[in-house]
């Protein structure tokens, strides 16, 4: 079961070549010139920047069509890699959390940056560089690309990322204002949230009754009452018998978490719908709600 609260304000085809022979064909006649092909360009693009003292690196994941949506994704504490893996757990890199989350929001449209952490996959160290150097300079350089359409960035934190985003939005702002914002497994509490001045989704857990009050319910509350205007918050807290949003397993020897399922639907749903101008023209105009509902699991 998962619990949802919601206040919303504001042919296969294949070419056959066929060789015929002639005779009698006249000299100096050119064979007619071969079909240009333009090379498919990379689903992953790779890059570095600099945060204080430690050069991060990066990538780009796109779909095929551009420009596209962008989700910068502000990872985990510690020393993490841009798949979701601390050093010496995983092997697989498509294993990571942040990978699989990736390819999922990738198949849907929407361009993914993600980077390692200093002393993690390829950065470098860094003594000084901090978890909120670190995601405004990765948010400075993703937004910067071609493929990617810098009116529809979204920010998806996850646990500390979720605390970095609130403690600096304004910067965020001032490189390219968010549309929309994710917190998943969410720090950040009342106060905080209101620093948030864009649609926001919370995902957390429901086992912990912190996650789903302090970090769930009285933030949707807050957000709802705050002075000026309300601001479309929507909570989705995923019941489950452990605690934590992710599962532990093991494939081929090998360490796999995943994350819960409903937590993945919940935000590729939340972030289709907000993907698009009118989208969230037609969020900010709609009458406030206050809807509780629990679903199972698709």
Excluded at 2 to 27: D, H, I, K, N, Q
Excluded at 200 to 212: A, K, M
Excluded at 229 to 246: A, P, S
């Amino acid at each position: 079961m998962y619990y949802r609260a919601a206040r919303v304000c504001g042919a296969f085809s294949a070419a056959v070549a066929v060789a015929t022979l002639t005779f009698g064909t006249p000299s100096g006649v050119a064979a007619p010139a071969p079909e240009d092909r333009k090379p498919a360009r990379p689903s992953v693009v790779q890059t570095t920047f600099k945060s204080v003292d430690a050069v991060l690196a990066a990538q780009w994941d796109f779909p095929t069509q551009s420009p596209a949506p962008l989700v910068v994704l502000i990872p985990s504490g510690g020393r993490i890699d841009r798949n979701g893996w601390h050093p010496g757990l995983g092997e697989d890199a498509s294993h990571g959390i942040y990978a699989q989350l990736t390819s999922e929001l990738v198949a849907k449209g929407f361009a993914v940056f993600r980077y390692d952490k200093p002393g993690a996959g390829r950065s470098s160290p860094g003594r000084f560089a901090t978890e909120r150097s670190n995601a405004i300079e990765a948010y400075t350089r993703a937004i910067d690309h071609a493929r990617v359409d810098p009116e529809r960035v979204f920010l998806l934190g996850h646990s500390i990322g979720t605390d970095t985003i609130a403690g600096i939005f304004p910067r965020f702002e001032a490189v390219a204002a968010p549309v929309g914002t994710v917190l998943l497994d969410s720090m950040v509490g009342e106060t905080a949230s209101l620093r948030i001045k864009a649609p926001t989704l919370i995902v957390n857990s429901g086992r912990d009754p912190d996650d789903r009050y302090q970090y769930g319910e009285f933030v949707v509350e807050s957000r709802e009452r705050a002075e000026g205007k309300e601001m479309e918050t929507e909570l989705v807290v995923i019941d489950r018998d452990k605690r934590g949003l992710l599962s532990e397993s093991s494939k081929n020897g090998a360490t796999v978490l995943t994350l819960d399922p409903r937590a993945t639907g919940a935000i590729v749903d939340w972030l289709m719908r907000h993907r698009a101008g009118d989208d969230l023209a037609a969020a900010t105009l709609a009458p406030p709600a206050a809807a509780r509902r629990a679903a199972r699991p698709e």
